[in-house]
């Protein structure tokens, strides 16, 4: 897998479309999930790997779901994994996990509202305090204009 990982880094690096990057997974990562895929499957096979192990248990689950793990060979666009989604939802568990310690119901209203505000500016690359700042200042001046100093007009466009 460490192979097609860096695969994809390569076709990252060159800026391919996804409809290029879709064909350059297909010449050369196919090759590589072509050779994981019975391999797996041996494992049982051979008895090498007890099924109601872990091991087995991740060995099953990769079989199982094979279709769409290489979702990435057919689909345009597809990721090589579900990292985006899970560093996610791991902001929003860590989040209510932190809020049973807020001591007003009003306290955790206010965490709720700014973890609202400070998640979307991470997924954006934008600095939290920038954009909070920006919005300060539009705020107080009341006409809506950009600020040219500030890199946080991705995350405005978002929120519109």
Same mark, same amino acid.
């Given at each position: 897998? *460490?192979?097609?990982? *860096?695969?994809?880094?390569?076709?990252?690096?060159?800026?391919?479309?996804?409809?290029?990057?879709?064909?350059?997974?297909?010449?050369?990562?196919?090759?590589?999930?072509?050779?994981?895929?019975?391999?797996?499957?041996?494992?049982?096979?051979?008895?090498?790997?007890?099924?109601?192990? /872990?091991?087995?248990?991740?060995?099953?689950?990769?079989?199982?779901?094979?279709?769409?793990?290489?979702?990435?060979?057919?689909?345009? /666009?597809?990721?090589?994994?579900?990292?985006?989604?899970?560093?996610?939802?791991?902001?929003?568990?860590?989040?209510?996990?932190?809020?049973?310690?807020?001591?007003?119901?009003?306290?955790?209203?206010?965490?709720?509202?700014?973890?609202?505000?400070?998640?979307?500016?991470?997924?954006?690359?934008?600095?939290?305090?920038?954009?909070?700042?920006? *919005?300060?200042?539009?705020?107080?001046?009341?006409? /809506?204009? /950009?600020?040219?100093?500030?890199?946080?007009?991705?995350?405005?466009?978002?929120?519109?």
């Amino acid at each position: 897998m *460490g192979e097609v990982y *860096g695969y994809d880094t390569q076709a990252e690096e060159q800026g391919l479309s996804p409809e290029e990057r879709l064909r350059f997974h297909q010449e050369h990562s196919r090759p590589v999930m072509e050779k994981i895929n019975p391999l797996l499957a041996a494992q049982f096979d051979e008895k090498k790997v007890e099924p109601n192990s /872990g091991l087995g248990a991740a060995i099953r689950y990769v079989v199982r779901h094979w279709d769409r793990l290489t979702l990435f060979l057919h689909q345009a /666009g597809a990721p090589l994994d579900s990292n985006l989604v899970e560093r996610a939802l791991r902001k929003a568990i860590l989040h209510r996990k932190n809020s049973l310690f807020y001591k007003t119901e009003n306290g955790a209203e206010v965490g709720d509202l700014f973890m609202s505000l400070v998640h979307p500016c991470e997924l954006n690359d934008a600095n939290p305090f920038d954009y909070l700042s920006l *919005g300060i200042r539009r705020d107080s001046r009341g006409d /809506g204009a /950009g600020d040219p100093s500030c890199s946080c007009e991705r995350v405005t466009a978002c929120g519109r």
